[in-house]
Nanobody, 125 residues
Framework: QVQLQESGPGLVKPSQTLSLTCTVS??????????WSWIRQPPGKGLEWIGY???????YYSPSLKSRTSISRDTSKNQFTLQLSSVTPEDTAVYYC?????????????????WGQGTQVTVSS
């Protein structure tokens, strides 16, 4: 059974760096053909893709957030992390980690087959 769990501070001050960790169980994050993603949802708004790290460790980011985003991984702990720098109140959102899958795979419906439960992050002074 694959499970993802977000963790990290729920409150971050403006101009600081938001740091979150996703702990994965049930599958190795180096498994071929799966990407490990960060997605967020501001209050009252839709989901916004932040970026992902691939099975081989390559990273890709949303153009609107690329300059402030860094995703990394620790394969020994089966974890991947998000760092979002220079945050403002507009970065307040529920942050999710999720596994991106191939649409040709049996369990892949909308591009993501497993999600964490989400964690609320508020940017406020």
């Amino acid at each position: 059974q694959v499970q993802l769990q977000e963790s990290g501070p729920g409150l971050v001050k403006p101009s600081q760096t938001l740091s979150l960790t996703c702990t994965v169980s049930g599958v190795s994050i180096t498994t071929n053909y799966y990407y490990w993603s960060w997605i967020r949802q501001p209050p009252g708004k839709g989901l916004e893709w932040i970026g992902y790290i691939t099975d081989s460790g390559s990273t890709y980011y949303s153009p609107s957030l690329k300059s402030r985003t860094s995703i990394s991984r620790d394969t020994s702990k089966n974890q991947f992390t998000l760092q979002l720098s220079s945050v403002t109140p507009e970065d307040t959102a529920v942050y999710y980690c999720a596994r991106r899958c191939l649409t040709v795979q049996a369990m892949c419906l909308k591009g993501y087959d497993y999600w964490g439960q989400g964690t609320q992050v508020t940017v406020s002074s």
